[in-house]
Structures are given as structure tokens and as C-alpha cells.
């Protein structure tokens, strides 16, 4: 059983910032990429930030400059360092972590169970 675990959410003032840490734990031989999406209130969920198990990044238009996403694989935890932060960015955050779980298996999707960010004053 694979577990992602979110922490870091909560509310924060316009300029401020937040991490975001997403560990997983379980029965895991690989993680590859790492990603973070949103989803606000009335919208769709959208992908914000990804890494690829080479450390390539990519990042939704909306948060490129004022957001990182790294991961530590000796802990098997994903980060999502967000600046800058705007009230647009209200939204609950989810991981998402690409696992293999046994040799040959092939890498399957597992999803954090989301932690709410809000950028309020």
C-alpha cells in the first residue's frame, strides 16, 4: 500500500508564501516524475508544476517565476515552494507521484488526499 501524505497548506496573505511537502511511504522501489495540480472552487483541476525523474521541470503560465517544485528522493517527498502568492491561487492543492511498486511493474499514478491553500487578507 502507497501512500501520499500532503502538509503545508493554510491561509496566507497576498505576497506571502507557503511549501507545500508531499511524502510518500509504503512499498516503493521507484517514484519518477512528481507532480502538483489545483483545483479552485467552480473549476476544473489543472496541473500546476511537474518534475520527470530527470529533474526536468515545467510549470502552468500562471505560476512560471514565483513557484518551485523539487523532490528529495532519499525521503521520497515532493515540494511545491509557492511566492508571490495571489488570491487567484486559492485553491486546493493535490501530488501526484508516478510509483513503481515491484520490478516490471510499470509506474502507476498515486494522488495526495489534497491540502487547501488560501490567499486571502
Known amino acids: 500500500q502507497v501512500q501520499l501524505v500532503e502538509s503545508g497548506g493554510g491561509l496566507v496573505q497576498p505576497g506571502g508564501s507557503l511549501r507545500l511537502s508531499c511524502a510518500a511511504s509504503?512499498?516503493?522501489?521507484?517514484?519518477?516524475?512528481w507532480a502538483w495540480y489545483r483545483q479552485a472552487p467552480g473549476k476544473q483541476r489543472e496541473l500546476v508544476a511537474i518534475?520527470?525523474?530527470?529533474?526536468?521541470?515545467n510549470y502552468t503560465d500562471s505560476v512560471k517565476g514565483r513557484s518551485t517544485i523539487s523532490r528529495d528522493k532519499t525521503k521520497n517527498t515532493g515540494y511545491l515552494q509557492m511566492n508571490s502568492l495571489q488570491p487567484e491561487d486559492t485553491a486546493v492543492y493535490y501530488c501526484?507521484?508516478?510509483?513503481?511498486?515491484?520490478?516490471?511493474?510499470?509506474?502507476?499514478?498515486?494522488w495526495g488526499q489534497g491540502t487547501q491553500v488560501t490567499v486571502s487578507s
Open positions: 501526484n507521484a508516478k510509483i513503481a511498486i515491484r520490478v516490471g511493474g510499470g509506474l502507476y499514478d498515486y
Open positions: 509504503g512499498r516503493i522501489l521507484n517514484i519518477g516524475a
Open positions: 518534475i520527470t525523474s530527470g529533474g526536468s521541470t
